[in-house]
């Protein structure tokens, strides 16, 4: 091969031609750098006939610079690669660099340095060293990271390397991972469990494709089963990748790994540093037959990597809508899981106890082998769930607890047992007001209301992370003592807790709480051990947890997700009040789950109320056929967006102008988008409602390609959109 061609990492330039220079060997999937203008840029060798480019004449050619020391991308990679920019309409360049790790790990080389508090005890203290030894105990990592961390700059940091009070430490990159014990811990299945562990573990041994919807109650033992085919996998010698859809559940799920397999698997999400970033993705391209990873949980975008021999993949509450990535590439892991373990010849898991209605779809039409586990495990019962009509009971005013939602947190305290409240809105107060003008605070930079935060003091932006103080006066009319807070967020329930239950010991689970695996690995042991009778908490409360004294969850509205433009309003209802109703009575003792709701004849409502599941599946199936709507028809987002509000106005107006008029397809918009302001762009959509004859994405590309808009506006595709906002 005396030229190549070359997907380099610039969105913009695409595909350029290089020549070899002697005496270098590449191959399809050779990660290399290339020379561009003056600069240097990395590139993976692609073959030429799957990506059509300029024909530069020989004389020409640039060499390649270098071949870095990494295995060639597979093929399967390369083509999952490309099916997932084709599908979704991104840049294959945008999408490549997902399976890439930092610069730092192509490089390889064996070490790094971190630094840590040598303990030392400073006689004088700046502020700002101050700070850094309060913030960083216990922590070790590059002086960036730990600048980021304390908050201070890196210069300071420096100064206290010289002054003694943070030492140098080398870290090993190459350090192998412990291996896992697959015999560390066997459970003994339940005759179900058995089945569905034995189908899993014969499509490990096959290398065949095998698609599977693990469809389980709560509490029926997803986990313990699976865990059968990883065991199964890592025997054969074979990689797997276990995706969860946050990372909070990581922290449960590294500890039941461990007491099945005797060590943690490795991680792989955004909040890892630089160290373990480099170490993890260099263990995965080596693969288990060299040392290297096994097993390996992650956020979505786990998904990308280079696997040197993926044997399994499982997607854990696979209906969650989490897995879909709203900015940059908008893919569903969930999806292109399965497209991997296709060009991969494995089987994939989709596990779920509330699976997606297209993952039903498919599992009734026969793509998808459906495993089911009825019953949940030890013989435990799944809870008694009551509707709470709050038309005819009323809270007190200010308050949002029932009475008879209250009589039984009571009756749950005197016993001992514990007690959750599910609210889905992060905050103590969603709207914050002036009583004396009425002015309302709202986000400078979105169109949105700002969340009042008492934990913090603040006003913040749920959309785009703008956080004010809260003030004392209103900044419109100028009077004090004014501001009211209307309807509820988590922080107030919990307010409301204290004061109705005042000896109860409470526990308050979002995100702003939830911030590192410390803070979570605490509330699991305390909430375990009994030190906590309430968890209020947002959804992160709402799966993978199994406190068997919890037996009173209630639901405290659940007519909030009904609300709004979402499309899947009642399927995701479902799922989620299903979910954190299955956290209740997973023990001995019978669970109970009280659904507040002003319409208890919603038919979600309904179906949650009379535990009927297939008839919710059923009637939100027609509906859908109905509507055209996924599974049977498909969607598609167009997002335009600019600073300047005409420019974007003028740009969607011209999408909306040039729209192909076809019978299998249907244009929706361009309307403003709910959110029409977010971080100070301007925001116009367009919703495609195609039959799934239509080919898409071609028509998508043929209609968005030959348009041209001012610099300031950005064109975004959404192929199947989970968002409307
Ligand atoms: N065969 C088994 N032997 C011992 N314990 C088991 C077995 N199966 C399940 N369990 C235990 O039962 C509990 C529930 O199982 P698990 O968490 O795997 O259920 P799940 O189906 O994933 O639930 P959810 O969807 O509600 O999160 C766990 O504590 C688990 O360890
Ligand atoms: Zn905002």
């Not at 979910?579 to 001995?588: I, L, M």
Request: net charge neutral; with cysteine; glycine share 8%.
């Amino acid at each position: 091969m005396s030229r190549v061609r070359l997907l380099v990492f610039n969105a913009a330039l695409g595909v350029l031609d290089y020549r070899v220079p002697e005496g270098m060997t590449l191959a399809p999937g050779s990660v290399v750098i290339a020379p561009l203008g003056p600069r240097q840029v990395l590139g993976v060798v692609w073959e030429p006939e799957r990506l059509p480019g300029i024909d530069v004449p020989e004389a020409k050619l640039r060499n390649i610079l270098e071949v870095l020391p990494v295995p060639p991308l597979k093929a399967e990679l390369r083509r999952l690669i490309e099916w997932t920019a084709d599908y979704y309409c991104a840049p294959l360049s945008s999408v490549a660099r997902m399976a890439l790790g930092s610069m730092a790990a192509l490089r390889g080389g064996g070490t790094t340095t971190e630094y840590r508090l040598t303990g030392v005890e400073p006689t004088r203290l700046t502020p700002q060293r101050a700070a850094a030894l309060d913030a960083l105990q216990h922590e070790q990592a590059s002086i960036r990271e730990l600048a980021e961390r304390a908050s201070v700059s890196e210069g300071v940091l420096r100064g206290m390397v010289g002054a003694g009070l943070l030492e140098a430490v080398t870290v090993d990159l190459d350090k192998p991972y412990p291996r896992a014990d697959t015999a560390h811990h066997v459970p003994r299945l339940n005759e179900e469990q058995r089945r569905a562990a034995d189908a899993f573990i014969e499509a490990v041994h096959a290398d065949r494709f095998t698609p599977f919807l693990l469809d389980g109650v709560t509490g029926s033992g997803k986990t313990e089963t699976y865990f059968e085919a990883v065991a199964a996998a890592l025997d054969a010698g074979k990689q797997v990748l276990v995706l969860l859809p946050e990372i909070a559940l990581t922290e449960n799920f590294l500890r039941r790994f461990e007491e099945r397999f005797g060590v943690a698997p490795i991680q792989w999400h955004s909040s890892l540093k630089a160290s373990e970033r480099r170490r993890a993705w260099r263990a995965i391209v080596n693969g288990p037959a060299k040392g290297g990873a096994q097993v390996v949980v992650g956020a979505r975008s786990a998904l990308f990597l280079p696997y040197a021999r993926l044997g399994l993949i499982v997607v854990d509450e696979a209906h969650e809508v989490s897995f879909k990535q709203d900015d940059g590439v908008r893919y569903n892991a969930r999806d292109v899981a399965v497209i991997r373990a296709r060009f991969e010849k494995a089987p994939v898991i989709l596990a779920s106890a509330t699976p997606a209605l297209e993952s039903m779809q498919l599992a009734e039409t026969g793509v998808y082998r459906k495993i089911e586990l009825a019953a949940r495990f030890g013989g435990a019962q799944l809870p008694d769930i009551r509707i709470v009509d709050l038309r005819k009971e009323v809270p007190e005013r200010g308050r949002w607890l029932a009475p008879s939602l209250v009589a039984e947190m009571k009756t749950r305290l005197e016993r001992g047992e514990q007690s959750l409240l599910f609210l889905n809105r992060r905050g103590y107060a969603p709207l914050t007001l002036c009583r004396n003008c009425g002015h309302r605070f709202q986000c400078a930079h979105c169109t949105a209301w700002l969340v009042e935060h008492r934990f913090t003091q603040r006003l913040a932006c749920h959309h785009c992370g703008h956080e004010e103080p809260v003030p004392d006066a209103c900044p419109e009319c100028g009077a004090k003592d004014c501001l009211v807070a209307c309807g509820p967020g988590v922080e107030r329930i919990a307010d409301e807790v204290a004061e109705i239950l005042p000896e109860a010991r409470t526990a308050l689970i979002t995100s702003d709480t939830m911030n590192s695996p410390e803070a979570i690995a605490e509330f699991v042991a305390k909430a375990e051990g009994k030190a906590i009778d309430v968890i209020v908490g947002t959804q992160l409360v709402t799966k993978g947890y199994h406190f068997p004294e919890l037996t009173l969850v209630g639901v405290v509205d659940a007519d909030l997700g009904l609300e709004g433009g979402d499309l899947r309003a009642a399927e995701r209802t479902y799922q989620q009040v299903a979910q954190v109703a299955g956290r209740a009575g997973r023990g001995e003792k019978p669970g109970e789950v009280l659904i507040q709701t002003r319409h208890p004849e919603a038919p979600v409502i309904a179906a949650l109320a009379a535990g009927d599941r297939d008839a919710f599946y059923a009637a939100e199936t027609e509906a859908r056929r109905d509507a055209g709507a996924p599974p049977f028809g498909r969607w598609a987002a167009i997002i335009v967006s600019s600073e300047d509000l005409t420019e974007a106005r003028d740009a969607a107006r011209a999408i909306g102008g040039t729209a192909p008029d076809l019978p299998d397809m249907l244009v929706l918009g361009p309307a403003p988008a709910p959110l029409s302001l977010l971080r100070g762009r301007h925001r116009f959509r367009l919703l495609i409602n195609a039959r799934r004859s239509a080919e898409l994405q071609k028509i998508l590309r043929q209609w968005l390609e030959p348009l041209q808009f001012p610099r300031g506006v950005r064109v975004n595709i959404d192929v199947d959109p989970y968002s409307f906002v």
